[in-house]
Antibody, heavy 122, light 113 residues
Framework: QITLKESGPALVKPTQTLTLTCTFS??????????VGWIRQPPGKALEWLAL???????RYSPSLKSRLTISKDTSKNQVVITMTNMDPVDTATYYC??????????????WGQGTLVTVSS | DIVMTQSPDSLAVSLGERATINCKSS????????????LIWYQQKPGQPPKLLIY???TRESGVPDRFNGSGSGTDFTLTISSLQAEDVAVYYC?????????FGQGTKLEIK
């Protein structure tokens, strides 16, 4: 059974750097075709894809946020970490990590974590 | 970027009636190499993460009731719920994973009339 869980601070101040960790089980990020992505959702608003890292360390970023994002993986800990610099109140959102695998559900973001709400406020 | 536009933004349907949600992409999401549309439909209930309903535009995920159907190709897609049940009240999103950045529609809120 695949599970993912996001963790990190619930509150950050403007200009600070946010670091979120996705800890997963039930799959390996060394398996060909596997990826873990981050998606966020401001309160009452739509979903926004942020970044994706693949088993081979290929990384993709949202162009609008690329300068602020870094995604990395630690396969020994079954974790994916995303950092976002220079946080602003508009970055207040629930942040989700999600699993994708080329041979499941057409390679879509298939299994999602429950999400973690991050509020940016002084 | 591929822009995903859903219509309507909200929809109220009587129990047992049909609900139809449309999604239009600004570019085709049909991969010629495998003839598949890289289009997903998600259902999201309050306080929950999105749940995958349909992938490849028309393939129902395992365990999803057969009242949920996806159709369309290229740039125009539709999610149809054939007979609305109370548990179908949710926000529905279309999502393209044809090319990065992987974009979502703005969502359609489905309610009971």
């Amino acid at each position: 059974q695949i599970t993912l869980k996001e963790s990190g601070p619930a509150l950050v101040k403007p200009t600070q750097t946010l670091t979120l960790t996705c800890t997963f089980s039930g799959f390996s990020l060394t398996t060909s075709g596997v990826g873990v992505g981050w998606i966020r959702q401001p309160p009452g608003k739509a979903l926004e894809w942020l970044a994706l890292i693949y088993w081979d360390d290929d990384k993709r970023y949202s162009p609008s946020l690329k300068s602020r994002l870094t995604i990395s993986k630690d396969t020994s800990k079954n974790q994916v970490v995303i950092t976002m610099t220079n946080m602003d109140p508009v970055d207040t959102a629930t942040y989700y990590c999600a699993h994708r695998y080329a041979l499941q559900a057409g390679g879509a973001f298939h299994i999602w974590g429950q999400g973690t709400l991050v509020t940016v406020s002084s | 970027d591929i822009v995903m536009t859903q219509s309507p933004d909200s929809l109220a349907v009587s129990l047992g009636e049909r609900a139809t949600i449309n999604c239009k992409s600004s570019q085709s999401v049909l991969y010629s190499s495998d003839n598949k549309n890289y289009l997903i439909w998600y259902q999201q209930k309050p306080g929950q993460p999105p749940k995958l309903l349909i992938y490849w535009a028309s393939t129902r995920e395992s365990g999803v009731p057969d009242r949920f159907n996806g159709s369309g190709s290229g740039t125009d897609f539709t999610l149809t719920i054939s007979s609305l049940q109370a548990e179908d009240v949710a926000v529905y999103y279309c999502h393209q994973y044809y090319s990065a950045p992987y974009t979502f529609g703005q969502g359609t809120k489905l309610e009971i009339k």
